[in-house]
């Protein structure tokens, strides 16, 4: 078969809005993970706090997942978004269930407690992997 260019990009336009909404998606899932959470996350990365980064990557990897499985698989923006707001319940659910595995988790990412963080960060990310397995249907 033979392509021509045009054909080669007949569905950039498409890719820029899924690409446009999701990085959108992710930057409101961060800022509402940031707002749930009981401490700054920006502010401890930014003062060197590695266990507020692991978490938050965490996080952000564990949406992202599902995130990408949506984008692959939705069948318009509608469809995206409400895959988006799942996805973000289903990451906070996650915290608030890891919370309660690790008592005292609140105070342990600000006090830099990093298998703490790195082991949230791995409930956080299977989570996500899960999510995303599950959108595929």
């Given at each position: 078969?033979?392509?021509?260019?045009?054909?080669?990009?007949r569905?950039?336009?498409?890719?820029?809005?899924?690409?446009?909404?999701?990085?959108?998606l992710?930057?409101?899932?961060?800022?509402?993970?940031?707002?749930?959470?009981?401490?700054?996350?920006?502010?401890?990365?930014?003062?060197?706090?590695?266990?507020?980064?692991?978490?938050?990557?965490?996080?952000?990897?564990?949406?992202?997942?599902?995130?990408?499985?949506?984008?692959?698989?939705?069948?318009?923006?509608?469809?995206?978004?409400?895959?988006?707001?799942?996805?973000?319940?289903?990451?906070?659910?996650?915290?608030?269930?890891?919370?309660?595995?690790?008592?005292?988790l609140?105070?342990?990412?600000?006090?830099?407690?990093?298998?703490?963080?790195?082991?949230?960060?791995?409930?956080?990310?299977?989570?996500?992997?899960?999510?995303?397995?599950?959108?595929?249907?």
């Open positions: 078969m033979d392509y021509t260019v045009s054909e080669s990009i569905y950039f336009d498409d890719f820029l809005i899924y690409f446009g909404v999701a990085i959108a992710l930057v409101v899932f961060t800022v509402v993970y940031i707002k749930v959470t009981p401490y700054k996350e920006l502010e401890l990365i930014r003062a060197g706090n590695t266990a507020a980064a692991i978490s938050l990557s965490g996080a952000m990897l564990g949406f992202a997942l599902p995130l990408a499985s949506a984008v692959a698989n939705s069948i318009n923006l509608i469809d995206l978004c409400l895959f988006a707001v799942l996805a973000t319940v289903v990451q906070l659910v996650a915290f608030v269930f890891a919370r309660m595995l690790m008592p005292g609140s105070d342990d990412i600000p006090a830099g407690h990093v298998a703490k963080a790195t082991f949230l960060a791995a409930i956080s990310v299977a989570v996500g992997l899960l999510n995303a397995a599950a959108l595929v249907y």
